[in-house]
């Protein structure tokens, strides 16, 4: 590694000449120094235009598929070369663990929205958003909502805990959406951030400008962004309001979420005695929280909320636990579970923060915060005075509504254990952190679950529910996942991350446009009913994907519906509803004028009336959506269908690619029986 950690900005590796003002990091076991950071020199504002001008444009280039394509790439890039990154990993404090959580857990964010991206947004780059909503009686004309790309930069300030998955999980959705990434690392990992990009870059797959690396301060950020720039914050409740308090977010049009520190809770049910499944896991939980990353996690529990009858056997089991299961020391020694904090800086942090809590009434129960014996990297047990380690600690309050506990956070390996008497008190408890990221229960009660997730569910991101059932293939409590949101209201920041493609709208603009099908049609890339439609000439089914149009449209002959049609039809499925074959019944019902025949046979029917039977380019029907049924048809009525190729979605790994099929059944009196969409694959060639 080089004497300073570089930079990577305009295209170029960056790194400052001879700077004034050094940072210097250094290995989270020994205190070994690994490199310098500095940004003296950075042309920021060039970056950020960057960004705006050549990332965008590359971006621009590509659809949402061809960009979920890529994000598949670079997480088979990651993948070949993490061993670079779980060697450096280790020089955070991570064991093999942590590294697997940070490093393959970010990767795997790569590979969730690569697949999101190709099953759930269209093969184009704008997205339409909801149903249409008609703004006329005839038809002429329409308005829904669709989201477009931010014309800026993504700028991405992340927390030292996850150097890898904490930017790999902003820049996937980022990426995504189509806006360019300007990574701003935290400087005590920042060098496992640096690795990271620079295996991107070296792989050669990332479009010019769609990310950049700033490894260092950029104390003036803020006054070279502008509208259309987002901002996404991972760290302290105090530094997000400091940088949420800037002009450019207040009165600028810049986008700032956040995610930050956050008192989680985990509770106790009442009927999780000592012995239940519940119990179990609900201590090798809060000690896993407690010991992987070193506690370092915005996810990780903070507040034990027990049943006061219980405190002692969940005290007991929790030391017991920490002592069979915990093993302090340097990750690259062998037999290592928890290694030290990021920093020494952080390890005083820590440490100060466990003396306000016991300062507010919290006795010490478990573990010590005299310096700990840990294992070295040599094999042998002994001091570390260099490096940054904490053993785990638990503390009790025999008050539970002590503001300390519920406002001090220490973030490390650090629990705190409140007892309650109801679940309306626990309730209570959990809300007095003031908003959370997560908060669990374990419980094999439903009443008791379902009373405190609808009581606290306002004051948190997430819930997890953890009983005997699940507790074997539970993600568990600390471990956000790409399609769930992450974030929380209140002191959690009040911010949205993942989420699945809730996360790629963030870096979209949601805009209402009104206009004529025809106008609508143009700017969606999705056919809407009343847009030129292209019938006659060849059958639409006998059209290859690169020949299909949009509004291309079969219109078929009648067919009349039979009493006979509909008994035949009730005799061979077994669907014998009184609506099909009781007149006096049907009649009698107030949406029926009698007997009428089965929707499924209708829908059935308009596929004999539009379909062409040769092999050919359709290559399979595989499925419907939106299916309603709107207008009953009688014995006697005819029915005729249109179908309209509405929607195009060409598959960039595949040889074939999705068409969506307008399709709606009328009857001889021009009456819409019934609407649904078609969804047929259908071969590029």
């Known amino acids: 590694m080089s004497d300073y950690l570089p930079s990577y900005v305009q295209g170029e590796w960056w790194t400052p000449a001879s700077p004034a003002s050094v940072t210097e990091v250094r290995d989270a076991s020994t205190g070994e120094?690994?490199?310098?950071?500095?940004?003296?020199?950075?042309?920021?504002?060039?970056?950020?235009?960057?960004?705006?001008?050549?990332?965008?444009?590359?971006?621009?280039?590509?659809?949402?598929?061809?960009?979920?394509?890529?994000?598949k790439q670079f997480a088979l890039a990651l993948t070949e070369r993490k061993d670079e990154l779980y060697v450096l990993s280790a020089r955070t404090g991570a064991t093999k663990t942590d590294s697997w959580v940070d490093i393959d857990g970010g990767i795997g964010v790569l590979f969730s929205y690569s697949g999101k991206g190709r099953r759930e947004l269209p093969n184009s780059t704008v997205l339409v958003d909801g149903a249409v909503e008609p703004l006329s009686k005839d038809g002429s004309f329409l308005g829904r909502h669709i989201y477009t790309t931010l014309p800026g930069v993504a700028v991405q300030i992340n927390a030292f805990n996850f150097p890898v998955w904490g930017s790999l999980e902003k820049l996937a959705p980022a990426f995504l959406a189509g806006m360019p990434t300007v990574v701003k690392p935290a400087t005590p990992t920042g060098y496992l951030t640096e690795a990271m990009v620079r295996i991107l870059v070296e792989s050669g797959l990332l479009p010019a400008g769609s990310l950049q690396l700033i490894s260092g301060s950029v104390p003036d950020l803020f006054d070279d962004l502008r509208l259309g720039d987002v901002v996404g914050f991972t760290g302290s409740a105090s530094t997000a309001e400091s940088l949420k308090a800037h002009p450019a977010v207040q009165t600028g049009g810049?986008?700032?979420?956040?995610?930050?520190?956050?008192?989680?809770?985990?509770?106790?049910?009442?009927?999780?005695?000592?012995?239940?499944?519940?119990?179990?896991?609900?201590?090798r939980q809060l000690v896993t929280e407690m010991t992987t990353k070193a506690g370092q996690k915005c996810t990780a529990i903070r507040r034990a909320i027990v049943p006061a009858t219980s405190a002692d056997a969940v005290i007991a089991a929790v030391q017991a636990r920490v002592a069979e299961k915990t093993v302090l020391g340097d990750p690259r020694a062998e037999g290592v579970t928890m290694g030290?904090?990021?920093?020494?800086?952080?390890?005083?942090?820590?440490?100060?923060?466990?003396?306000?809590?016991?300062?507010?009434?919290?006795?010490?129960?478990?573990?010590?915060?005299?310096?700990?014996?840990?294992?070295?990297?040599?094999?042998?047990?002994?001091?570390?005075?260099?490096?940054?380690?904490?053993?785990?600690?638990?503390l009790r309050f025999d008050e539970p509504q002590t503001d300390a506990v519920h406002t001090v956070e220490a973030f490390g390996p650090v629990s705190s254990l409140l007892t309650y008497g109801s679940i309306a008190e626990a309730a209570a408890l959990v809300a007095r952190g003031g908003g959370s990221l997560v908060t669990s229960i374990a419980t094999h009660d439903p009443a008791q679950a379902v009373e405190?997730?609808?009581?606290?569910?306002?004051?948190?991101?997430?819930?997890?529910?953890?009983?005997?059932?699940?507790?074997?293939?539970?993600?568990?409590?600390?471990?956000?996942?790409?399609?769930l949101v992450h974030g929380g209201?209140?002191?959690?920041?009040?911010?949205?991350?993942?989420?699945?493609?809730?996360?790629?709208?963030?870096?979209m603009q949601r805009t209402a446009v009104q206009g004529s099908p025809e106008m609508l049609t143009a700017l969606t890339g999705v056919w809407h009913s009343g847009a030129a439609a292209h019938s006659g000439g060849r059958h639409p089914f006998r059209k290859s994907l690169a020949e299909l149009r949009i509004g291309d449209q079969i219109a078929s002959a009648s067919r009349e519906v039979t009493l006979d049609d509909i008994e035949t039809f009730a005799n061979f499925t077994g669907d014998t509803f009184y609506a099909h074959m009781d007149e006096e019944a049907a009649a009698a019902n107030p949406f029926f004028p009698g007997r009428v025949a089965h929707g499924y046979l209708l829908v059935s029917w308009a596929a004999g009336l539009f379909v062409d039977p040769e092999p050919g380019p359709v290559l399979a029907n595989y499925g419907l959506e939106n299916l309603r049924f709107l207008t009953p048809v009688s014995p006697g009525d005819e029915i005729r269908v249109e179908l309209t190729a509405k929607q195009i979605t060409p598959r960039e790994t595949d040889d074939y690619g999705e068409v969506r099929w307008d399709a709606v059944i009328r009857n001889q009196k021009g009456e819409t029986v019934a609407t649904y969409d078609v969804l047929t694959l259908v071969s590029k060639s």
């Not at 956040?258 to 005695?273: F, K, M, Q, R, Y």
């Open 33 to 71: 120094v690994i490199t310098r950071v500095s940004t003296e020199g950075l042309d920021l504002a060039g970056a950020l235009e960057y960004a705006r001008t050549t990332g965008q444009s590359s971006l621009a280039a590509l659809t949402f598929h061809q960009r979920a394509v890529l994000l």
């Open 340 to 394: 030290p904090l990021a920093s020494t800086a952080q390890r005083d942090e820590v440490l100060r923060r466990v003396r306000e809590l016991q300062d507010a009434g919290g006795e010490i129960v478990v573990g010590s915060t005299d310096a700990p014996e840990v294992r070295l990297a040599d094999g042998s047990t002994g001091p570390a005075a260099e490096g940054a380690f904490v053993a785990p600690l638990l």
């Open 254 to 283: 810049v986008r700032f979420t956040s995610e930050t520190d956050s008192i989680n809770a985990s509770v106790l049910g009442t009927d999780a005695l000592e012995g239940t499944p519940e119990f179990d896991a609900y201590v």
């Open 452 to 483: 405190l997730a609808t009581r606290i569910a306002p004051f948190n991101g997430r819930m997890l529910l953890l009983d005997r059932d699940d507790a074997r293939s539970s993600t568990g409590h600390g471990s956000p996942l790409p399609n």
């Open 489 to 507: 209201p209140g002191r959690a920041g009040g911010g949205e991350e993942l989420g699945g493609i809730r996360a790629v709208h963030h870096h």
